[in-house]
């Protein structure tokens, strides 16, 4: 039986630092948008299981903007942290601050909320712990994470019609 009792948000904080190399980059020398997003799953996904110490998958992904390029030969420092817990799911917050090593300039590159799900080994979802806010601002983090979740909700309902028209493609 897992743990549901509440947990301290600072309890699920994971840091991950990754080198820009050339196979990492696009023919701008910055880093591929789909690969900071693989790192940025990653990142959440370890501060989801750290929450819930259950395996997680990802359920969406929201509100991913990339704010400034990191260039080849930076280092890209992740940080992701759970936000809320729901019944089965989390909020997942995730930075991506590049880091220009010569001279240990800092600045925001990406930001990304995710949505995981825990499940047990026959993939059915598992009751998560609540979160444990300790301060005011957690407590308004929270608040903020319920409302996006309803909207997120709602909008699986709503404007789907966009995936009547995504039909797979002869021979492809």
Do not use: Y
Not at 36 to 41: K, L, N, R, S
Not at 67 to 93: C, D, N, Q, Y
Not at 126 to 137: I, K, M, N
């Amino acid at each position: 039986m897992p743990d549901l009792s509440p947990k301290n948000p600072k309890d699920t904080e994971v840091v991950m630092t990754q080198l820009i190399l050339p196979p990492d980059a696009n023919n701008l020398d910055a880093a591929f948008g789909g690969k900071v997003m693989e790192w940025i799953d990653i990142c959440g996904a370890v501060a989801a299981q750290r929450h819930c110490r259950q395996v997680v998958v990802t359920a969406s992904m929201d509100d991913l903007h990339f704010h400034a390029p990191i260039k080849v030969g930076w280092v890209a420092l992740l940080h992701a942290r759970v936000l809320a817990a729901f019944r089965t799911s989390m909020e997942v917050g995730v930075t991506v601050h590049a880091e220009n090593p010569p001279t240990g300039e800092r600045h925001l590159t990406t930001s990304a909320l995710l949505t995981f799900v825990a499940i047990d080994k026959d993939g059915a979802r598992v009751p998560v712990p609540p979160v444990a806010a300790q301060t005011d601002a957690e407590r308004e983090v929270i608040r903020e994470a319920e409302v996006r979740r309803a909207q997120r909700l709602a909008r699986q309902k709503e404007n789907q019609g966009w995936l009547k028209v995504m039909k797979p493609l002869a021979g492809a």
